[in-house]
């Protein structure tokens, strides 16, 4: 391991997001298409591997230089020389995607209703208890409200 773990993280954040980001402020910035095409398909592909990037850190981090492959692999993404992230992404992934769109469509929609119905099922179980013990709520307000300040937290005067 020539670059150590915390190393590569402060290294990856720099390199793989503090650095793409502004780069990506300023093609937005400018108008330039190309540039926002390169941009939007780089954080395409950097979405996909950081999902996938935590199963790799708990599977093979011993892999001798893991981590210099990690930080490799995110800069050749952006890097203008390489062309790595429009690469990967016409060949593999843009056609994965068209693949399996409509399936993918169908389980962002179901989650999204699962995840509306939970809401609204704990904000209506909140309401419920509210309005059934609101008298005892406001009861305990009122005695936090009116607490004096413990010795140690008491204003300088």
């Given amino acids: 391991m020539l ?12 390199l793989g997001c503090a ?25 395409l592909l950097m979405g996909f591997f950081l999902c996938l990037e935590w199963l790799a850190d708990l599977a093979i981090f ?19 020389r390489t062309h790595a992230a429009a690469t990967i992404y016409d060949s593999y992934l843009l ?4 693949q399996h769109e409509a399936t993918i ?15 609204s099922s704990q904000v209506n179980t909140v309401q419920g208890y509210l309005h059934n013990n609101a008298d005892a709520v406001f009861k305990v307000l ?14 300088a005067q």
Avoid at 20 to 42: D, F, M
Avoid at 106 to 119: L, S
Wanted: glycine content about 2%.
């Fill in 3 to 14: 670059i150590s773990a915390p190393i590569c993280r402060v290294l990856m954040a720099a």
């Fill in 142 to 155: 009122a005695s936090v409200s009116e607490q004096k300040p413990r010795a140690g937290h008491e204003k």
């Fill in 105 to 119: 469509d169908r389980v962002v929609a179901e989650t999204r209703a699962r995840i509306a119905d939970t809401v």
């Fill in 62 to 80: 011993w892999l001798p230089l893991y981590y210099e492959a990690k930080l490799v692999f995110v800069v050749a993404m952006w890097h203008p």
């Fill in 19 to 43: 650095l793409p980001a502004y780069q990506t402020h300023k093609a937005v910035s400018s108008g330039n298409n190309e540039q926002l095409r390169h941009w939007c398909i780089y954080w």
């Fill in 95 to 98: 056609p994965f995607l068209r």
